[in-house]
């Protein structure tokens, strides 16, 4: 349980010792992530709003090591980014006040995911070659692989049926893939049912409106080609929750391959404030590599202007002290724009005083990091916000 609300905290603990758990608590990212590492638990309970760094970006930490990324992890906030984290691997969100039923079934739940034998995958590929080749690639899972080859044999197939994840062509010879996530997300509502991750393997170059309509309902979207099997085994492990020391050397050679590969950014567009050369030198260098293009504007007033040019900024970084106009005030500007509510900004802070953090906040920042710069906290930030948006 990382949890820095001591009197929540005592909630939770209590709860876990009556459903026979033990529980070990942290109070801030970096000691929950020491402390998964070392104890290796059945789950994990995450708060978002943490005193260090944001529970979002301790998820994904989780994620990115080998060594705790089949934990499944369970957020439970007062805020909403329950899309983020699923895309993340969260296993579920619940929030805060929640009755004590919703909290044990979280708990509950975080144990049926470490219990074998429960796992199973849904193929839907109508390319009856690519269909086996996807089930030779996921058959050392120790999950049962079910396929389907048209929308209307996944319907059938999901009716009733519970898949922890769903691998998925776009082009099917009844429909199309959004077709049937539209009728995964009505049955899902319908039931009250979460629908399970999907991930889109597709041949098809998609649209930057495709893109938009699949990030709705879809995890992940990997187009076929030479590198795409290291990336769907990547995904398929992550929603499994599978132990990666326990697949065979080649498998784990693919999931190193395809997490030194950083898709998260690729065709990104990130509008960096900074009036200060150096550090936009060096987080250019840094962004730049992995697939996503950096504008640069110097100023508020400049960021703004150029906001109102560009409808397809992704992200913003978004310094705080500048000249003519600050980050605080830029970052009011943006929010008082509709179209901007949704924009995630990250603000760079000169001081990592709680204060300075509840101000940027409050301004509309989705987060914040202090200089100088981590960078490998900061690509973590620019990943939980990147998947939100």
Same mark, same amino acid.
């Given at each position: 349980?990382?949890?820095d609300?001591?009197?929540?905290?005592?909630?939770?603990?209590?709860?876990?010792?009556?459903?026979?758990?033990?529980?070990?608590h942290?109070?801030?990212?970096?000691?929950?992530?020491?402390?998964?590492?070392?104890?290796?638990?059945?789950?994990?309970?995450?708060?978002?709003?943490?005193?260090?760094?944001?529970?979002?970006?301790?998820?994904?930490?989780?994620?990115?090591?080998?060594?705790?990324?089949?934990?499944p992890?369970?957020?439970?906030?007062?805020?909403?980014?329950?899309?983020?984290?699923?895309?993340?691997?969260?296993?579920?969100?619940?929030?805060?006040?929640?009755?004590?039923?919703?909290?044990?079934?979280?708990i509950?739940?975080?144990?049926?995911?470490?219990?074998?034998?429960?796992?199973?995958?849904l193929?839907?590929?109508?390319?009856p070659?690519?269909?086996?080749?996807?089930?030779?690639?996921?058959?050392?899972?120790?999950?049962?692989?079910?396929?389907?080859?048209?929308?209307?044999?996944?319907?059938?197939?999901?009716?009733?049926?519970?898949?922890?994840?769903?691998?998925?062509?776009?082009?099917?010879?009844?429909?199309?893939?959004?077709?049937?996530?539209?009728?995964?997300?009505?049955?899902?509502?319908?039931?009250?049912?979460?629908?399970?991750?999907?991930?889109?393997?597709?041949?098809?170059?998609l649209?930057?409106?495709?893109?938009?309509?699949?990030?709705?309902?879809?995890?992940?979207?990997?187009?076929?080609?030479?590198?795409?099997?290291?990336?769907?085994?990547?995904?398929?492990?992550?929603?499994?929750?599978?132990?990666?020391?326990?697949?065979?050397? +080649?498998?784990? %050679?693919?999931? /190193?391959? =395809?997490?030194?590969?950083?898709?998260?950014? &690729?065709?990104?567009? @990130?509008? !960096?404030?900074?009036?200060?050369?150096?550090?936009?030198?060096?987080?250019?260098?840094?962004?730049?590599?992995?697939?996503a293009?950096v +504008?640069?504007? %110097?100023?508020? /007033?400049? =960021?703004?202007?150029?906001?109102?040019?560009? &409808?397809?900024?992704? @992200?913003? !970084?978004?310094?705080?002290?500048?000249?003519?106009?600050?980050?605080?005030?830029?970052?009011?500007?943006i929010?008082?724009?509709?179209?901007?509510?949704?924009?995630?900004?990250?603000?760079?802070?000169?001081?990592?005083?709680?204060? &300075?953090?509840?101000?940027?906040?409050?301004?509309?920042a989705?987060?914040?990091?202090?200089?100088?710069?981590?960078?490998d906290?900061?690509?973590?930030?620019?990943?939980?916000?990147l998947?939100?948006?």
């Open positions: 349980m990382v949890e609300d001591i009197d929540f905290a005592g909630i939770l603990y209590d709860l876990a010792h009556e459903l026979d758990f033990d529980c070990i942290a109070t801030t990212s970096a000691q929950g992530l020491e402390l998964a590492r070392q104890h290796q638990p059945c789950g994990i309970l995450l708060d978002v709003a943490l005193p260090d760094q944001s529970g979002l970006t301790l998820l994904d930490w989780l994620k990115r090591d080998p060594t705790t990324r089949h934990i992890t369970h957020l439970v906030s007062v805020s909403d980014h329950a899309e983020a984290a699923l895309h993340l691997g969260a296993v579920g969100y619940t929030f805060k006040p929640s009755e004590r039923e919703k909290l044990a079934a979280a509950r739940g975080l144990e049926a995911r470490m219990t074998p034998g429960q796992r199973r995958v193929v839907i590929e109508d390319d070659a690519l269909r086996e080749s996807i089930r030779a690639l996921l058959k050392s899972l120790d999950a049962e692989i079910v396929t389907a080859d048209s929308v209307a044999a996944a319907t059938a197939t999901l009716n009733g049926t519970p898949f922890d994840c769903v691998v998925m062509d776009m082009v099917l010879p009844d429909g199309t893939g959004h077709d049937l996530l539209a009728h995964m997300a009505n049955t899902a509502l319908a039931d009250a049912n979460p629908m399970p991750p999907v991930i889109i393997y597709t041949g098809r170059q649209s930057a409106e495709d893109e938009r309509r699949l990030r709705k309902y879809s995890k992940s979207i990997i187009i076929k080609g030479a590198r795409s099997p290291d990336r769907l085994l990547d995904e398929v492990t992550l929603f499994l929750h599978s132990v990666e020391s326990s697949l065979p050397p +080649e498998h784990q %050679r693919m999931l /190193r391959a =395809a997490r030194n590969r950083d898709d998260t950014f &690729d065709g990104r567009k @990130l509008l !960096l404030v900074e009036d200060d050369a150096r550090n936009i030198f060096a987080l250019s260098k840094v962004i730049e590599p992995l697939g293009t +504008e640069i504007a %110097r100023s508020g /007033r400049e =960021a703004l202007d150029m906001l109102n040019r560009m &409808d397809d900024v992704d @992200l913003v !970084l978004m310094d705080i002290m500048m000249p003519e106009m600050d980050g605080i005030t830029a970052m009011r500007h929010r008082e724009m509709p179209r901007f509510a949704r924009l995630p900004i990250i603000a760079l802070t000169a001081k990592a005083m709680q204060s &300075d953090r509840e101000a940027c906040l409050r301004a509309g989705n987060d914040y990091i202090a200089k100088p710069i981590d960078v906290k900061l690509l973590s930030l620019c990943r939980v916000w998947h939100a948006n």
